[in-house]
């Protein structure tokens, strides 16, 4: 009789836990939601996350707040997240960066994929290799050839030891089987101006950033990275296409939240998130600076993410790459 008792004690207590979890759930969000975003404002996982505030402010009637916290390669802004009260009122806003940082940081405080879980992918932008028009060369092959011809002599700037532009080229240097020497500065535009000024040879840039030097002459396009050309640059070859088979690399913007948020909050996030995505004011606004919406289940997120550490750890090992 008396375990009968605890038994009906027991399932109570569950029943009762899963009640509150529901009425829960089926108020979110009843108070104010914040984004974090690891960076300064005006970059893509800023302005991702501003639009998607935005929207969902308005779908939802309750203010969504986008708050920076630059530092550490997106890692402070990360560690904040999966800190936080699993109820799915702080979400992260990442780039390509999150990936990266969990295969160059030998310590994170926080586990990043067993801490934190994607709602969805929201978008992806390309790369484009752009050298001066002071260099001489006409296209990748030429660039190719003048830097098997003088082994370690040629450079690439990045936009920090580890970052997305320093991935992007090191896998271009690898597949291209060439040696060039890799110098990093402190962000993208210090690391164009130094390819203005011709003190380095090329630089993997994104789009976004690069696109109107390419189309002032400032500045040559000989590849971009995704395997079909940009609308941006129709003009500019891909990298495949150019003379390294094969080569492909996105940088890409999503968001995620703390792993233990409950599921039925997560499939509410993507399905909103989704909508937003799939609305012609978002494509209207991101594609003159080469964001292309790219919404995705919160699964197959979570997948991109494990590969894309995959890739970017043997990189990291193959180049000696370590966080500074």
């Known amino acids: 009789m008396a375990n009968r008792k ?137 660039l190719l050839d003048a830097a098997k011809a003088k082994p370690g002599q040629l450079n690439f700037s990045s936009a920090g030891v580890g970052s997305g532009t320093h991935f992007a080229a090191e896998i271009f240097k690898a597949m291209a089987v060439i040696d060039v020497v890799h110098v990093p500065f402190k962000g993208i535009p210090e690391a164009l101006a130094e390819t203005l000024a011709g003190r380095v040879q090329f630089f993997m840039a994104p789009i976004a950033n690069s696109v109107n030097y390419v189309k002032d002459g400032r500045l040559l396009g000989l590849g971009v990275s995704s395997l079909q050309r940009d609308p941006l640059l129709p003009e500019v070859p891909t990298v495949d296409e150019a003379g390294v088979g094969g080569y492909q690399s996105e940088l890409w913007f999503g968001l995620l939240t703390a792993s233990g948020v409950p599921r039925a909050i997560i499939a509410k996030l993507n399905r909103d998130i989704v909508r937003i995505l799939g609305e012609p004011d978002t494509r209207s606004r991101w594609g003159p600076i080469g964001i292309e919406p790219r919404p995705s289940a919160p699964e197959d997120f979570d997948r991109m993410i494990r590969e894309e550490i995959a890739l970017f750890s043997r990189t990291a090992r193959a180049a000696s790459i370590k966080a500074e």
């Open 6 to 142: 605890l038994l009906s004690l027991m399932l109570g207590l569950v029943f009762a836990a899963a009640a509150g979890a529901g009425h829960a759930q089926a108020g979110y969000p009843n108070r104010p939601v914040k984004i974090m975003v690891g960076f300064t404002p005006g970059g893509g996982p800023d302005i991702t996350a501003r639009h998607v505030a935005q929207k969902l402010s308005e779908r939802w009637g309750q203010q969504v707040i986008v708050e920076n916290r630059p530092g550490a390669g997106g890692t402070l802004a990360a560690a904040q997240v999966a800190r936080a009260a699993p109820d799915g009122y702080t979400l992260l806003s990442v780039s390509s960066a999150h990936a990266a940082a969990a295969a160059i940081y030998p310590k994170l405080p926080y586990d990043t994929v067993g801490e934190l879980a994607g709602i969805t992918q929201t978008g992806s932008s390309k790369y484009v290799l752009v050298v001066p028009p002071s260099l001489g060369v006409k296209s990748l092959q030429e």
